[in-house]
């Protein structure tokens, strides 16, 4: 029993197979995000010392590669390698303390575990020109499809932040509700203590469902049946601190996340009947 | 990707790895995410200290010159550390003095009333990391004729007006530590 579970779990995380479109959509929606983030940081005449622009050269370069799917695991390394020296280069050695911040790990650990994927097989110029190649050759255009354990990497990244920062959080300045009084005073209500009655005991319900929520979707998301659930619940509560918190493209970038926990020939299927196509995967 | 959270987090590691080796332990990742955001906030009520011991709540944006309001820059609600709670209790001070000047002037005014102290207390709480923390200033090489004592709380029972004009020259300024 406990050895074909041990197999099965095994199975799951390193050998299976299926539909790269999840991956090929994190991958798009990742270089939306590294624009978003970096993009202006690095046009060229904000600074010309050659390290700049040579971050910034290949920056443009390697992400718009990345974007279109044109030689994706050259683009897919580089753009990470380059990730990884934001943070790390820029961040701690040049001292650039925003570069230092959580969402920018996200990005870079995102780039990183994706350049593992197989993520220009779908919706790539890299498919385009396969297809071409096949036709040539009067061969059937090759499918859609390619190792996950890449993408469990990236459920197990989710699962260490939801963990770690529920984890960070179990202390009794964040559950007696304190922290997030000084959240709604530093950014909303000012240094006057709110009058209702209410508001302490709203915090202590924010602290807690906070804590509760992240240990939840630490674990629960890796179970199909409750996905249902916990997907559009953590969707809502990134959402909500996108809103309410200066998280930068954190939320958006665990929103991405979501699509490696889902079962990717579903998601390939879901895209096919969105678009009325016959599944090929 | 889940050694730098053990490390740092449940392991409190410090960077020194053992065998001589030692490292910036801001390499390894943890997620701690806004563990120090928001601290820069006070919790903070002026009173005004009436003859008899009572006290009476102000209202500080009375005496700031515009009314508290969303319009306004965030910064203009926000009071970010008891030394600037105190200063803003000190320019209170000041305008409660000039309007007591300004009524002991005035002839119409029965001798006495009307031209005591100002009397502004505070009662400030700021925010850390582990919660609100009771605020208190700290002197150090005050003068040996001072009355101040080398710790003053800030919980509503000091009169502010009675500090000396030049108070922040004796403010022991805290070094941050850099985490």
């Known amino acids: ?281 | 990707m889940s050694f730098g959270p053990c490390y740092r987090q449940a392991l409190d590691g410090d960077g020194r790895l053992g065998l001589g080796v030692d490292v910036d332990v801001r390499l390894f990742r943890q997620w701690v995410m806004f563990s120090g955001f928001g601290t820069k906030v006070c919790d903070v009520q002026y009173y005004e200290g009436l003859p008899g011991g009572a006290i009476k709540p102000l209202n500080r944006f009375d005496f700031i010159g515009y009314p508290k309001t969303w319009r306004e820059k965030r910064s203009s609600r926000v009071i970010s550390s008891a030394e600037r709670a105190v200063h803003r209790a000190r320019q209170i001070c000041s305008m409660m003095r000039k309007e007591r000047d300004d009524i002991c002037k005035s002839s119409s005014v029965v001798a006495g009333s009307g031209c005591t102290q100002p009397d502004v207390r505070l009662d400030v709480r700021c925010g850390h990391a582990e919660g609100w923390k009771d605020a208190t200033l700290r002197f150090r090489d005050l003068p040996e004729n001072s009355k101040l004592p080398k710790r003053y709380r800030l919980d509503g029972t000091h009169n502010l007006c009675e500090l000396p004009q030049n108070y922040p020259t004796f403010l022991r300024q805290r070094k941050r530590v850099q985490r």
């Open chain 1, 1 to 281: 029993m406990m050895g074909s579970m041990w197999r099965k779990s095994v199975d799951y995380m390193l050998y299976q197979e299926g539909s790269t479109r999840p991956a090929a959509l994190m991958r798009i929606g990742l270089v939306l995000l590294v624009w978003t983030r970096y993009a202006d940081d690095f046009l060229l005449f904000r600074n010309l010392e050659t390290y700049y622009l040579l971050h910034g050269v290949g920056f443009y370069v390697f992400t718009t590669m990345l974007f279109f799917g044109a030689f994706t695991r050259i683009a897919a390394v580089a753009t990470a390698a380059i990730l990884v020296s934001f943070y790390y280069y820029f961040g701690f050695e040049k001292g650039v303390e925003p570069y230092t911040h959580h969402h920018t790990y996200v990005l870079a650990i995102t780039a990183c575990l994706l350049a593992l994927s197989p993520c220009g097989k779908s919706y790539s110029l890299d498919r385009w020109w396969a297809i071409r190649r096949a036709e040539e050759r009067g061969e059937e255009a090759p499918l859609e499809q390619g190792p996950q354990w890449a993408m469990r990497l990236l459920a197990i990244q989710v699962t260490l932040i939801y963990f770690w920062s529920a984890y960070d959080k179990c202390h009794p300045g964040y559950l007696s509700g304190d922290r997030m009084e000084h959240y709604a005073m530093y950014l909303y209500v000012g240094s006057d203590y709110p009058n209702s009655s209410l508001f302490h005991p709203f915090m202590v319900f924010l602290a807690w469902t906070s804590v509760l929520l992240e240990y939840t979707l630490a674990i629960g998301l890796w179970f199909k049946r409750l996905q249902r659930y916990l997907v559009p619940i953590g969707m809502v509560f990134h959402g909500l601190l996108y809103v309410l918190l200066p998280v930068g493209t954190y939320s958006l970038n665990m929103w991405l996340l979501y699509l490696a926990f889902l079962d990717p020939d579903a998601v390939h299927r879901c895209i096919d009947r969105l678009s009325g196509a016959q599944s090929t995967s």
